[in-house]
């Protein structure tokens, strides 16, 4: 997500309530952030336990409210994508 400079003070305050919420979630295996270096952009990653525990998330007021607030903060839409790992390798890396 590339944000714009005016934007940056509010779209962490935003960033910060998104990531608490969903890292709390029962459902939610992992969450971080990654801001890159020299710029206003941030790759965020989510680990959820199956595909359908993300998807109900995504309905979410958290994710909702997200979405919502920081449409006007990026200079781009944000790109999404999605990458199924068998649960086996979140076991083995977290044992």
Known sequence: MSVMDENLDKFQKVLKSYTDATS???DNLHMSVQKLP????YIMYEFW???LS???YLQSNSSK????????????????STMLLPASWWIMTND
Do not use: N, P, T
Request: aromatic share 6%.
């Open 38 to 41: 020299g710029k206003s952009s």
């Open 65 to 80: 409210d997200f979405q919502r607030c920081i449409i006007d903060m990026l200079e781009d839409a944000e790109v999404v």
């Open 24 to 26: 709390a979630h029962s």
């Open 54 to 56: 993300w998807m109900s």
């Open 49 to 51: 336990q199956d595909r």
